[in-house]
């Protein structure tokens, strides 16, 4: 079977001031890396209100499309900004997850990747933050539990900065088991092994600042690679941010593009073991642009090879 690559140019209408870390450069780079590579190349469709309705109410939904401006970029807080198109990137951007469990669960595909903009994993259930609009990694997941019937999802998010959003939107769902490993303290603040979800199906791995992939594979090994067979996942939704990269300008882990090969293998083997093979990844940081291209293709690379 195949990989799927799922991806819209509507992701490249969503602006951000000049200077910000999450901009139209990063999808641009993404897409040029991944280009030689044997890929079901995918357009993202538009998610509804009713597929966002699935982890946010709907006054927040409304609210995030009458902040859109008509000209200019609008800021929502001092890091995350929209701009005429922005809602339009972020429907895609849910689309695109949707349309992966879709591809992946029907044996469409063996698995597949999202590249994609804005990201997601800070998106609250009420608040957007840290770029992030919708939560588009506990949609998948949600989605995948509520329409295709799968009984456990696991996500793993391996982002440097917490996905609190995932966390906040995941805490109550029994069903669904969150592994987070992040650079810790950092930006958002959250993160801690204290913070365990309302059904102890949270685990949260701090990694501290410094250190990089062998300390991140001893964690994975000790920690998250145990419970996740424990869990035995029928799907895993990968929240796959590349700014744990020694280059990226934002946090201070020192991963090298060789450890998120290892990673993306270490879990689709137990996506193999377990789920079938089921695998969804969606992009979420990386601000380093040549890190972030190198780290994205090793990643899909992986991906390629465990689908054959």
């Not at 539990?145 to 799968?150: K, T, W």
């Not at 440097?160 to 966390?167: L, M």
Request: aromatic letters at 6%; hydrophobic letters at 45%; glycine letters at 8%.
């Amino acid at each position: 079977m195949t990989t799927a690559l799922i991806t819209h140019a509507d992701c490249l209408d969503h602006v951000t001031p000049a200077g910000h870390p999450e901009q139209v450069a990063r999808l641009d780079h993404v897409l040029h890396a991944l280009a030689p590579l044997d890929l079901l190349r995918l357009a993202a469709p538009p998610a509804s209100d009713a597929d966002l309705a699935r982890v946010h109410p709907q006054r927040y939904i409304d609210r995030i499309k009458a902040a859109e401006p008509e000209a200019g970029e609008h800021p929502l807080d001092e890091d995350t900004w929209m701009s005429p198109g922005s809602m339009r990137a972020a429907r895609r951007a849910a689309g695109a997850a949707i349309r992966a469990v879709d591809a992946v669960i029907s044996r469409e595909v063996a698995n597949a990747f999202c590249a994609t903009r804005p990201p997601g994993h800070h998106a609250e259930r009420e608040k957007p933050m840290g770029f992030c609009l919708f939560g588009n990694a506990a949609l998948a997941a949600t989605y995948a539990l509520d329409h295709h019937g799968i009984e456990r999802v696991a996500v793993v998010d391996f982002d440097v900065h917490h996905g609190n959003g995932t966390q906040d939107l995941l805490w109550d769902e029994p069903r669904a088991l969150l592994i987070s490993s992040q650079q810790f303290p950092l930006w958002p603040g959250s993160g801690a092994a204290t913070e365990r979800g309302g059904h102890d199906n949270v685990l949260n791995i701090p990694l501290p600042p410094g250190s990089g992939g062998d300390e991140m594979r001893a964690a994975y090994r000790r920690d998250a690679f145990p419970r996740l067979a424990a869990f035995k996942p029928n799907l895993i939704v990968m929240s796959a941010g590349f700014d744990a990269h020694r280059d990226d300008p934002l946090a201070q882990l020192a991963w090298s593009t060789e450890d998120f090969r290892w990673l993306t293998h270490e879990l689709c083997r137990i996506a193999a073991e377990h789920a079938r093979g089921r695998v969804v990844s969606l992009l979420e940081g990386g601000y380093d642009l040549s890190a972030l291209a190198a780290s994205a293709k090793a990643h899909v690379e992986e991906l390629i090879e465990a689908g054959k």
